[in-house]
């Protein structure tokens, strides 16, 4: 089992840029892959971006490819999204995702692990 807790959420003019971060417990944490999902209001959850448990893959939901880079640092547990050419319609909570039955985190994983999620709110 892991626990997620994301971090760097807040607010950001467009055009700007955050870096979000998601600290994992856990020994086994290299094992996981890893991504993040994200809902806005009155919409369902939707897949961001996903990393393999090597971090040799990630993969992008189409709107957010060359804007976001998902990344990983196995020996800091920790996995990040960088988020540059933030747009309003990127306005939403951020939730970090891992499972361990996947070689990686795609639009088609429904992933079993989620973090608490946190809010970015881009304005225009």
């Known amino acids: 089992q892991v626990q997620l807790v994301e971090s760097g959420g807040g607010l950001v003019q467009a055009g700007g840029a955050l870096r979000l971060s998601c600290a994992a417990s856990?020994?086994?944490?290299?094992?996981?892959?890893l991504g993040w999902f994200r809902q806005a209001p009155g919409k369902e959850r939707e897949f961001v971006a996903g990393?393999?448990?090597?971090?040799?893959?990630?993969y992008y939901r189409d709107s957010v490819k060359g804007r976001f880079t998902i990344s990983r640092d196995n020996a800091k547990n920790t996995v990040y999204l960088q988020m540059n050419s933030l747009k309003p319609e990127d306005t939403a909570v951020y939730y970090c995702?891992?499972?361990?039955?996947?070689?990686?985190?795609?639009?088609?994983?429904?992933?079993?692990?989620w973090g608490q999620g946190t809010q970015v709110t881009v304005s225009s």
């Open positions: 856990g020994r086994t944490f290299s094992t996981y892959a």
């Open positions: 995702v891992a499972d361990r039955s996947v070689p990686s985190i795609t639009i088609t994983t429904i992933p079993k692990y």
């Open positions: 990393i393999s448990w090597s971090g040799g893959s990630t």
